[in-house]
């Protein structure tokens, strides 16, 4: 398996911009999360979903910030507008739940800056 | 509430030295517990977990974790460090009687190894 992929790997923007990052998870995986990770917070779950339906996103930090999964594979994380506060690596990772015992694999992660 | 600290921001050995990484947590039941690694610029991988059973969990590259209920700790420990294994290592906990599936991370420890 070729594990999770994110994209873009790099993404430099301007302030107000739009961005979209995508994630495809590991085939057969049921739950998908968002993480982004500063040095300032450490690494902050953003939202995950279970079986594509979004379970707890009280980590995404306003209304800017939008996630969706559409079908098993694959998800997006949206910020709109963006700011230069968002700038971070954000990862997606997927598990497979096995009675909440499932360990995490994450992608390489997608770095942000905006400007 | 579920809190993980890793007390040490930094860990120096010398390469051939055990090293010990360390981690305890705050649940109130009973603890789901994982190690991760983060080479730079990669996503976190998974290294061990501990779910139930024997305290010693042993994971990849020859690490492996004791479990201690009453010191409600999870330290990371490896007899023999590699200069490879100079990265970044979160502990991690999910709590088994929460319902949901959020892990907590904690805020990372940097081992760095000298040859």
């Known amino acids: 398996d070729a594990g999770v992929i994110q994209s873009p790997r790099h993404e430099v923007t301007e302030m107000g911009q739009e961005v979209t990052l995508r994630c495809k998870p590991i085939?057969?995986?049921?739950?998908l999360f968002w993480y982004r990770q500063t040095m300032m917070r450490g690494l902050e779950l953003l939202i995950y979903?279970?079986?594509?339906?979004?379970?707890?996103d009280s980590g995404m930090p306003e209304d800017r910030f939008s996630a969706k999964m559409p079908n098993a594979s694959f998800s997006t994380l949206k910020i709109q507008p963006s700011e230069p506060r968002d700038s971070a690596v954000y990862f997606c990772?997927?598990?497979?739940?096995?009675?909440?015992?499932?360990?995490?694999?994450f992608g390489e992660g997608s770095r942000l800056t905006v400007l | 509430a579920q809190s993980v600290a890793q007390p040490e921001d930094q860990v120096n050995v010398a390469e051939g030295n055990p090293l010990t990484v360390k981690c305890t947590y705050s649940?109130?039941?009973?603890?789901?517990l994982f190690w991760y690694v983060q080479y730079p610029n990669r996503g976190l991988q998974f290294l061990l977990k501990?779910?139930?059973?024997?305290?010693l969990v042993k994971g990849s590259y020859g690490f492996e974790a004791e479990f201690n209920k009453s010191q409600t700790s999870f330290h990371l420990k490896k007899p023999s460090a590699l200069v490879s294994d100079s990265a970044l290592y979160f502990c991690?906990?999910?709590?088994?009687?929460?319902?949901?599936?959020?892990?907590?991370f904690g805020t990372g420890t940097r081992l760095k190894v000298l040859a």
């Open positions: 990772a997927s598990s497979l739940a096995q009675g909440f015992t499932g360990e995490l694999f």
């Open positions: 085939s057969g995986h049921d739950y």
């Open positions: 979903f279970n079986n594509n339906v979004p379970i707890d």
């Open positions: 649940v109130s039941g009973n603890p789901y």
């Open positions: 501990y779910i139930t059973g024997d305290n």
């Open positions: 991690a906990v999910r709590d088994r009687g929460s319902g949901t599936y959020k892990y907590i």
